[in-house]
């Protein structure tokens, strides 16, 4: 889907930085180095990830060479990579990207809230566009996090239930914000996961080996429009594309 549909995204929109959570791309699991390639080379300018991005240990040597890969920043300082990047967009602004991650039924991991304000205070200030990808369970959470960052980030964008939500919004302080972004990948399916298998396991109860579902792909995303020299975001919509 992304190789198919994201150049004429680009094209028709002006896109000037491309984002994606890219934490699911080995069937499902994790995220190994020729994918990550594979995905920059469709037109993805940094791919940010997950809970998930620890499920491939090919990726652990590839995070410290390839600053473009983010982990999400609020894991301990010592694993590989990093969950911030500044990079140049393609009419010349520069722009910060941040990865953070919900605690709330996810892996116990330093406080997100904190973590935001933390890098938001190091980030130099002329790097006015700046874009978080929270990567969290809960809605509450989420909708949390884009209150805390209201008018400091130019969009929150929500990840990791991969179902797409319709709250797509632009907050009061500036900061453009959605839920959940929605997964892209097969819809016939209950979030990804093949649809019979899941249903065995509501119907019986017993553990099954998830495996990706093949039907029903579909491409989700947000556009959103930033003024570069407040930082802060004048439109953003969904974007839906069925095969």
């Known amino acids: 889907m992304v190789a198919r549909h994201l150049r004429g995204i680009v094209a028709a929109e002006n896109i000037h930085l491309t984002i994606a959570n890219g934490e699911n791309a080995a069937g499902g699991f994790g995220i190994t180095p020729p994918l990550a390639d594979e995905l920059f080379a469709c037109g993805v300018d940094v791919l940010t990830s997950g809970n998930h ?23 301990v300082e010592e ?12 009419n010349g602004v520069r722009c910060a990207v941040i990865n953070l991650q919900g605690r709330v039924y996810m892996p116990t991991i330093e406080c997100p809230f904190r973590k935001a304000n933390a890098l938001l205070a190091a ?15 809960l809605t509450s959470e989420k909708m949390a996090m884009g209150w805390h960052l209201d008018g400091r980030v130019s969009a929150m964008i929500g990840t990791h239930t991969h179902v797409p939500t319709a709250d797509t919004r632009i907050l ?3 900061t453009a914000y959605q839920t959940d972004a929605g997964m892209t990948g097969p819809y ?10 899941i249903l065995e396991r509501f119907l019986k109860q017993l553990p099954v080996r998830m ?27 969904r974007v839906e594309v069925l095969d």
């Open 79 to 90: 694993l590989p990579g990093s969950g911030v990047v500044v990079v140049e967009a393609r």
């Open 211 to 237: 495996e990706a579902a093949r039907g029903g792909p579909e491409l989700h995303g947000v556009v959103v429009e930033v003024d570069e020299a407040t930082g802060r975001a004048s439109a953003i919509k």
């Open 172 to 174: 009061p302080g500036g």
């Open 123 to 137: 980030l130099p200030a002329e790097v006015k566009v700046r874009f978080v990808d929270f990567h969290a369970e």
């Open 53 to 75: 991005i620890w499920d491939k240990r090919e990726i652990y040597d590839y995070l410290p060479q390839h600053a473009r890969l983010l982990r999400p920043a609020n894991y």
């Open 188 to 197: 016939h399916s209950v979030i990804g996961v093949e649809k019979q298998l």
